[in-house]
């Protein structure tokens, strides 16, 4: 069995990374407000952007890595559990914001070794917000981040939420509720402690990973609302995330889950 890469080998693949979710972030913003949105088959909307950047992500991803796995949302087959090393891809997590010309919107990309998630990155290039996680190293355009520790949420706390969450729950959160149209972007303000926490609903293994990299480099966790952790393996089929999960800084989850009542 091949032995896993040194640490400068991952901060080369990291670099990498970075570098190809900027240039794909170029080639997004060339249909920025010009986008013809159409309809796929599970309603949601796909844009000649989000195959024109996934295609160039695939590009380089398997010609400087040949004999890894690649799986991208616009991809429409199941992942390959068994890789030895996977990449997971969404071109343009938020395409709904981006069709509309809201600038909260990016590039995510994360990578998996052994079923293990070793880093992610995520590129917002409306705001040129650049995210990376990898190890106990979270980065916020170049500068260390960790997501906040509130002994008692007020009036000035922000909750990110999915858009449908006032469908599924009533809540008693006494600060600001707000969904801003990406997961991976609701994820990683958590990391860097902008917002308290982040519902997670109606979600895909590429929704959550790269944003996961990041808070769990900041001091950040995703669970259910019972307190499970969320499991990568369970979802690489590509398959729809079954449960609402929760971003949050550790110990902090049970706070935000008590304030919660489904309906």
């Known amino acids: 069995m091949p032995m896993e890469p040194m640490a400068p080998e991952w901060d080369q693949m990291l670099k990498f990374a970075e570098e190809i979710a900027r240039k794909g972030g170029a080639i997004a913003l060339n249909h920025y407000g010009k986008a013809d949105p159409q309809l796929k088959y599970d309603m949601s909307l796909v844009t000649s952007a989000d195959i024109e950047v996934q295609s160039f992500l695939e590009n380089e991803i398997t010609g400087a890595y040949p004999h890894h796995a690649f799986f991208g949302e ?3 087959t199941g992942a390959i559990r068994d890789a030895e090393h996977l990449w997971v891809v969404d071109p343009v997590d938020g395409t709904a914001a981006f069709s509309s010309q809201l600038p909260v919107w990016g590039i995510s990309i994360s990578h998996f070794y052994e079923g293990e998630l070793k880093f ?3 590129y917002m290039p409306a705001t ?4 990376s996680g990898m190890g106990k190293k979270a980065l916020f355009n170049g ?3 960790r997501a906040r520790l509130d002994d008692q949420v007020d009036n000035e ?9 006032h469908q599924d729950f009533t809540t008693n959160f006494p600060g600001k509720i707000r969904s801003m149209g990406s997961s991976v972007a609701h994820i990683a303000y958590v990391a860097r402690g902008a917002a308290w926490g982040a519902l997670l ?3 895909h293994i590429w929704d959550i990973a790269p944003g996961m990299a990041v808070l769990k480099a900041a001091g950040g966790e995703i669970r259910d ?7 990568p393996a369970d979802y690489m089929d590509g398959r ?6 929760l971003a949050a800084a550790k110990g902090q989850h049970d706070q935000i889950a008590r304030l919660l009542t489904a309906k």
């Open 74 to 76: 616009e991809s429409g």
């Open 225 to 231: 609302l019972d307190g499970n952790l969320f499991n």
């Open 201 to 203: 609903g109606r979600v």
């Open 143 to 145: 500068k260390p981040v």
């Open 120 to 122: 992610g990155v995520f």
């Open 157 to 165: 706390s922000v909750l990110l939420t999915y858009s449908r969450f």
């Open 240 to 245: 729809s995330v079954d449960r609402i999960f």
């Open 128 to 131: 040129d917000e650049f995210y």
